[in-house]
């Protein structure tokens, strides 16, 4: 059965993200992980509190391979 990684990130620092970036796609294919949203452009359209600077959507396969990604020594 399909699972969702959700993620609503506000950086503290930038300086890790530009290799975080080039590294983590391969390592999210690798496990089977597709890219359903990847993006700092979004609106909110129904709700409140303070938007995140990004915003990452993931289907995984399953949870096990959810979990293999999130355990690889490499992310």
Do not use: C
Request: net charge negative; glycine share 6%.
């Amino acid at each position: 059965m399909p699972i969702y990684s959700v993620i609503h990130s506000t950086p503290t620092s930038e300086d890790w993200i530009p290799s975080y970036v080039e590294s983590v796609g391969a390592i999210v294919e690798r496990h089977g992980g597709e890219y359903l949203a990847r993006t700092m452009q979004f609106e909110r359209l129904e709700g409140e509190g303070k938007d995140p600077a990004a915003f990452v959507m993931i289907n995984w396969p399953d949870r096990d391979s959810a979990k293999a990604f999130m355990e690889d020594p490499e992310y």
